[in-house]
């Protein structure tokens, strides 16, 4: 079936071709025969075979893709800083890729097992707690707070166990239904699943009538998320798990499947989370302490290879977040985010740039806000109180020693790389600086500044409605997610 659509494809004159969507749904189904193709062959080998094959795999793909070894050091070098060398969290990556495939491939063939040999390969660590939480009498419903963590499919899974309370589980749908639907008959297997875009009064109602619900809530959750602290640094955070346990009165526990050998693994839950008197900002902010505490204990379980504090696009300063920003007292040393800004040339340019430069400052509390300016403007820079470094460039200064000056800033001990960059001079001189750099985000104008300019920059400006170049700066600024009012222009369109 699928070669004879793949020769009419070919044989259609260019008249007769099919639509852009119908070209895409014939990608999907292709996808879909083809994974069911390689599920259907892993359910065929012994769950100890598909362990130890994931682990080859794991170990594979740590060494065969350079872009995810990079992202998985990224993350640990936030989450633990200095208390892993280089070499340490290398050793704590490869352990993690290994267990990541071996988990994988088992997920693929442990929905084919029985309940008895279920209960073999799944320890469950305080049965006596697992039985109370499913005792319908100590709460009308349970919120599970679950994580990438471990084996994490297999949560679905521990509805075969169940007989006291019915289980669910939110999910998101992905874009290929027919792989979406795929997926969810083997989590669905006994388990309800609710769509969490459209089915939440659905899942309010299942918990209201003692229903057991698992909710995700280590992701980047975007706009929907609280920006809060997650190993001290701000990170978008989920608050379904608490604002459900608060709107139906559930009980909240933390649960995680840790691996504990070839083919064996332990499920551990936390004491229940209080939710009386506490708003879901500290509710949500506990469940990621627990959570951290988690990972601190067993680092190669965890989903490194998530971008959990992914900068927001294109605003990524925070002071019009739709759910705000929570900060408890016991934060009191955030991780900076290092924002480089590359100050125009002329003095004139800088003293009209400074206030919007200056308002960035109080787009989020961790940033950290360092001008890269030419030497004839350090003490204008120097003079503001919201600048917390200054970089000089010196007089006839190539962009490769710029590039290098900006290096060194990065290598300081104890300091952060930097992370984004905003150019404000429009040369392509400018940009390149910053681009040799390797800031991941170079942020700027592109406009009639040809190919290479454009190539320099990450994230262009948008066409501001701006006369004066006063209210274009302040334009930027509001556009990056502080609070300073676009220009009036802007304010009238």
């Known amino acids: 079936m699928i070669k004879s659509l793949f020769n009419n494809e070919i044989s259609m004159t260019h008249a007769h071709r099919p639509s852009s969507s119908r070209r895409q749904g014939l990608f999907s189904l292709l996808q879909v025969y083809l994974i069911t193709l390689v599920i259907g062959t892993i ?77 073999e390969i799944l320890t469950i660590e305080d049965e006596m707690s697992f039985k109370n939480f499913l005792d319908g009498s100590c709460a009308p419903g349970v919120v599970v707070a679950i994580s990438h963590f471990g084996n994490w499919e297999m949560n679905a ?63 980047h959750a975007g706009d929907s998320g609280i920006w809060m602290p997650f190993f001290h640094k ?16 559930a009980m909240l ?12 693994w332990i499920l551990r839950l936390n004491p229940p989370t209080p939710t009386e008197d506490r708003t879901v900002a500290q509710i949500t902010y506990d469940l990621n302490c627990q ?35 929570y900060l408890p007292k016991e934060e009191t040393a955030l991780q900076p985010l290092k924002l480089l800004v590359r100050s125009p040339n002329w003095l004139g340019d800088a003293c009209m740039a400074a206030p919007a430069i200056c308002s960035l400052k109080k787009g ?23 600048v917390d470094e200054v970089i000089e460039i010196p007089p006839k200064a190539s962009p490769w020693l710029v590039a290098r000056k900006l290096k060194k800033s990065n290598r300081r001990q104890g300091q952060p790389p930097f992370e984004a960059a905003l150019v404000l001079p429009n040369s392509i001189r400018s940009a390149l600086e910053v681009r040799l750099a390797n ?24 066409k501001f409605a701006c006369t004066h170049q006063a209210d274009e700066y302040h334009a930027v600024a509001h556009w990056l997610g502080t609070t300073i009012p676009p220009c009036k222009e802007e304010q009238r369109a």
Not at 57 to 82: C, H, P, T
Not at 439 to 462: A, M, S
């Open 234 to 249: 701000l990170a978008s955070t989920s608050p379904l798990a608490a604002t459900l346990a608060k709107k139906t009165g």
């Open 157 to 219: 899974q521990l509805a075969n166990l169940l007989r006291e309370r019915r289980a669910g589980a939110i999910y998101q749908r992905l874009r290929n239904k027919a792989l979406d639907d795929l997926i969810n008959a083997d989590r669905s297997q006994g388990v309800m699943t609710f769509d969490r875009k459209r089915d939440l009064p659905a899942a309010v109602n299942f918990l209201r009538e003692g229903g057991l619900l698992g909710v995700l809530i280590d992701q």
């Open 439 to 462: 800031i991941p985000r170079c942020i700027g104008r592109t406009e009639k500044k040809g190919v290479v300019r454009q190539w320099l920059i990450h994230q262009p400006f948008p």
């Open 253 to 264: 526990i933390h649960a995680t499947i840790h691996t504990i050998g070839p083919a064996r």
């Open 291 to 325: 959570l951290a505490q988690k990972i601190q204990e067993s680092p190669q379980e965890w989903f490194w290879v998530h971008n959990r504090w992914k900068l927001p696009f294109p605003a990524f300063l925070l002071a019009r977040v739709k759910r705000g920003i």
């Open 364 to 386: 989020r509390p961790d940033l950290h806000l360092t001008i890269l300016t030419p030497q004839k403007l350090t003490a204008l820079w120097k003079s503001f109180d919201e």
């Open 43 to 119: 359910r065929a080998l012994p769950l100890i075979l598909c362990f130890r094959l994931g682990e080859i795999l794991g170990l594979l793909v740590y060494v065969s893709i350079a872009y995810y070894r990079k992202l998985v050091d990224q993350n640990l070098s936030i989450a633990f800083g200095e208390n892993f060398s280089q070499r340490e969290r290398a050793r704590i990556a490869r352990h993690y890729f290994r267990l990541l495939g071996a988990n994988m491939l088992s997920a693929i063939k442990i929905p084919t097992l029985s309940t008895i040999r279920l209960r």
